[in-house]
């Protein structure tokens, strides 16, 4: 069946320019994450949702990030004031029981 | 969670069986072991999970030692495919946040 996926798969953006990122997760997924992976890292959690409820924000690095699942369906992660260090992939998970299957990432690079 | 500790990076030849180890020795008792690996610009992909018992599936089998401190992710026949970064993860089994660290690089060669 269909995985998670997101868009766009690239997005090149200005400094100070606010962004939306966009995460399909699979149907039926009630568990939904966002993590962020800068380059040669491992990715980094931040933030967790269980249905439409936002259970987890400890890994958002500044208020300049906030995240939404309105439907407890897609979510959007949304990056404000968008600066240098922001440049990095983010990954989106889904899950329903014990594992969390990834899509394939936004790769944000801020100019 | 449990903190990982996992080599920076591995050989091994093509169609040879790949052991991966990871050290896991402040794992608790109701934290599973997982696996996943990530090639080269795409999302990280689940492979296998276990508590204490060895697993096994379609892509690789896990073997947890007996005192659950560290554990060996086998790749029976590696491909060239296999070359991936390898991630072990330590977690509660209800759905929680991973802390991936810095994995494996696997390199499989001809």
């Known amino acids: 069946g269909a995985g998670v996926s997101q868009s766009p798969r690239y997005k090149v953006a200005k400094r100070g320019q606010d962004v939306a990122l966009r995460c399909d997760p699979i149907?039926?997924?009630?568990?939904l994450f966002w993590y962020q992976q800068a380059l040669g890292q491992g990715p980094e959690f931040l933030t967790y949702f269980q249905n439409e409820a936002q259970l987890d924000k400890s890994g958002l690095p500044s208020d300049r990030f906030f995240a939404e699942r309105p439907e407890g369906s897609v979510s959007t992660l949304k990056i404000q004031r968008t600066q240098q260090e922001d440049s990095a992939v983010y990954l989106c998970a889904s899950g329903r029981q014990e594992t969390q299957y990834f899509g394939p990432g936004t790769r944000l690079l801020v100019l | 969670d449990a903190k990982t500790t996992q080599p920076p990076s591995m050989d091994c030849a093509e169609g040879r069986a790949a052991n991966l180890p990871c050290n896991h020795s402040?794992?608790?008792?109701?934290?599973?072991v997982y696996w996943y690996r990530q090639i080269h610009s795409q999302g990280p992909q689940y492979i296998i999970h276990g508590l204490k018992n060895n697993e096994t599936n379609e892509m690789a089998s896990l073997i947890i030692t007996e005192d659950r401190k560290s554990s060996t992710l086998i790749l029976p026949h590696a491909t060239l495919r296999d070359t991936a970064v390898y991630y072990c993860?330590?977690?509660?089994?209800?759905?929680?946040?991973?802390?991936f660290g810095s994995g494996t690089k696997l390199n499989v060669k001809p």
């Open positions: 402040t794992i608790s008792g109701n934290e599973y």
């Open positions: 993860i330590g977690s509660p089994h209800n759905f929680n946040k991973f802390y």
């Open positions: 149907s039926g997924h009630v568990s």
